[in-house]
């Protein structure tokens, strides 16, 4: 089993900054893909960020240019860097990673960004 953590979520004011953490523990076999996702009341899971193995990325284009996704791979940790965050940047963050066995969800993490 694979155990996803996220952690770094509170709350902070509009033009501020949060970095989120994912760790993955438990039997760890090497993910292709790590994602970020987040979810707000009332509407769906949203893709915010991708990492690949190979260290491509992609955003959403509500996120570029203030958001960055980055992986450390040795010590299977996921990491977003928010940056001029806004008040629509409220919600849930998930991470979610891939392996050729399946796919993992953390608990989510709650970012509220007050203007």
């Known amino acids: 089993q694979v155990q996803l953590v996220e952690a770094g979520g509170g709350v902070v004011q509009a033009g501020g900054s949060l970095r989120l953490s994912c760790s993955a523990s438990g039997s760890v076999f090497g993910f292709y893909a790590m994602d970020w996702y987040r979810q707000a009341p009332g509407n769906q899971r949203e893709l915010v960020a991708s990492?690949?193995?190979?260290?491509?990325?992609n955003y959403a284009d509500s996120v570029k240019g203030r958001f960055t996704i980055s992986r450390d791979n040795a010590e299977n940790t996921m990491y977003l860097q928010m940056n001029n965050l806004k008040p629509e940047d409220t919600a849930v963050y998930y991470c979610?990673?891939?392996?050729?066995?399946?796919?993992?969800w953390g608990q989510g993490t709650q970012v509220t960004v007050s203007s």
């Open positions: 990492a690949t193995s190979g260290s491509s990325t």
């Open positions: 979610n990673a891939r392996d050729i066995r399946g796919t993992y």
